[in-house]
C-alpha cells in the first residue's frame, strides 16, 4: 500500500529564510504528487502537482516541488519565506493505476515563519 | 465562480442528536470526498463517491452516513453512532481522472455542546 511521510511536524523559519518541507512516498511505479497549503479554519489549496514531464514543479506564492524517482521525494522549497507563507502544508499522493485514484495524505507540517 | 460551498461554517450538536452537513459543488466534478481533520492526524477519509447514486466507505466511516443522488450534492449526516464528532469536516471534490487533483471547500467545524 501507498503511504506518505512528511519530515517534521512542525518547522520554524526566519523572514527571508528558505523553506524546505519535506515529502517522501513510497510507491512501486511513479505516482502523481501534490502538494497543498491550510491556512487556520480554512480548506485545503493545491500548491503545486507533478504527474509526468519535468521533475521540477513551480507552484503558487513562489514554492516549487521537485520529483526525485531514485529518493522517492518530493520536497517543497521556497527561496524566501514571508509571514504570510505561516500555514500548514500537506503532501498527497495518487496511483496511477486503477479506477479509484484516491489521494493518499501525509499527516501534515506546520510552517511558523519568525519576524 | 465555480467552486465547493461548505454549510454551515460552525455547527453544533447536542448528545444524542443526528446533523447533516452540506456540501455543494458547480465544478461538474464527478468524483467527491468528505474528511475529517483533527489536530495532528492529518486527513481522514470518510467516505466517497466516484459517480451519482454510489459511494464507498472509507477509513473511519462508523458513525457516518452519505448520499449522493445529485451530482452536485454530497451531503454528510454525522449520526449519534458517532461518539466523538467534534472536528472540522472538509470536502472535496475532483474529475474522475486523478492527476486533476481535488478542489476543497472551506470546512464546517462541528462542536459537540
Known amino acids: 500500500a501507498q503511504s506518505v511521510t512528511q519530515l517534521g511536524s512542525h518547522v520554524s523559519v526566519s523572514e527571508g529564510a528558505l523553506v524546505l518541507l519535506r515529502c517522501n512516498y513510497s510507491?512501486?511505479?511513479?505516482?502523481?504528487l501534490f502538494w497543498y497549503v491550510q491556512y487556520p479554519n480554512q480548506g485545503l489549496q493545491l500548491l503545486l502537482k507533478y504527474t509526468t514531464g519535468a521533475t521540477l514543479v513551480k507552484g503558487i506564492n513562489g514554492f516549487e516541488a521537485e520529483f526525485k524517482k531514485s529518493e522517492t521525494s518530493f520536497h517543497l522549497t521556497k527561496p524566501s519565506a514571508h509571514m504570510s507563507d505561516a500555514a500548514e502544508y500537506f503532501c498527497a499522493v495518487s496511483d496511477r493505476a486503477g479506477n479509484n485514484r484516491k489521494l493518499i495524505w501525509g499527516l501534515g507540517t506546520s510552517l511558523a515563519v519568525n519576524p | 465562480d465555480g467552486g465547493i460551498t461548505q454549510s454551515p461554517k460552525y455547527l453544533f450538536r447536542k448528545e444524542g442528536q443526528n446533523v447533516t452537513l452540506s456540501c455543494e459543488q458547480n465544478?461538474?466534478?464527478?468524483?467527491m470526498y468528505w474528511y475529517r481533520q483533527d489536530p495532528g492526524q492529518g486527513l481522514r477519509l470518510i467516505y466517497y463517491?466516484?459517480?451519482?447514486?454510489?459511494?464507498q466507505k472509507g477509513d473511519i466511516a462508523e458513525g457516518y452516513s452519505v448520499s449522493r443522488e445529485k451530482k452536485e450534492s454530497f451531503p454528510l449526516t454525522v449520526t449519534s453512532a458517532q461518539k466523538n464528532p467534534t472536528a472540522f469536516y472538509l470536502c472535496a471534490s475532483t474529475f474522475r481522472g486523478q492527476n486533476y487533483g481535488y478542489t476543497f471547500g472551506s470546512g464546517t467545524r462541528l462542536t459537540v455542546v
Open positions: 465544478l461538474n466534478h464527478d468524483a
Open positions: 510507491s512501486s511505479v511513479p505516482p502523481y
Open positions: 463517491s466516484q459517480i451519482v447514486n454510489d459511494f
